[in-house]
C-alpha cells in the first residue's frame, strides 16, 4: 500500500495516477513540439535579411502581376504590368522592417511617371502590399520567387512528361 495526499492507495490505484501523470507529460511535449514546429515552418520574417530577394504575386482579379526586388543594402525595384501592356518599374532608394511593417520610398522611372505609394506587411511565409496611385489602390500578397518558382517549374516539367507519354502511347496506337 502507497500513501499519496493522505491516502492510502493499492498498487493498481497508483499505477492508473502514474499513467495519468505520464499521458499528461507526454501532452504536453506534443503540444509545445507542434507550437515550436509550426512556429519554424510559418514564422514572420523578424529581420530585414529574410526578406532580401523578389517577391512576385497578382492582383485580385488577375489584371497585374507585380514583382519586388529586396537587396541587403535597403534598396531595391518594384513593377507591375497590366496584363500584356508596358511594364511600370519604381526605384526603392530605401524600405525598412519596423516589426512586421515594411515601408518604402519610392520613386518612379521614366518607364512610369505616375507616383504611387507602397506599403507592406510580413505575414507568414508571404509579403501583404498595399499599392496606391491617383485614384485607384490593389491589396497585393506577394511570394519570395525563389522557393514559387522552382515548384511551378516541376509542374510543368511533370505536366509536359506527362503530355509526352500519353501523345507517344497514343500515336502507337
Known sequence: MLVWRGRLMNSRTHAWVRSRVLLSI????????VGLFLRNKWAVAKTPAALVGSWVGISDGDVFTYRLELDRAGTGMFGFQFTDGTPRLYRISA??????QLEFALHPTPSSLEPVSLKGAVARTRILIWIAGVDW?????????????????????????????????????
Open 137 to 173: 489602390k490593389n491589396r497585393i500578397e506577394m511570394w519570395n520567387e525563389g522557393k514559387v518558382l522552382p515548384r511551378v517549374l516541376s509542374l510543368r516539367e511533370a505536366m509536359e512528361t506527362m503530355h509526352n507519354a500519353t501523345n507517344s502511347v497514343s500515336a502507337q496506337r
Open 26 to 33: 507526454a501532452a504536453a511535449v506534443l503540444v509545445v513540439g
Open 95 to 100: 524600405w525598412h522592417l519596423d516589426g512586421r
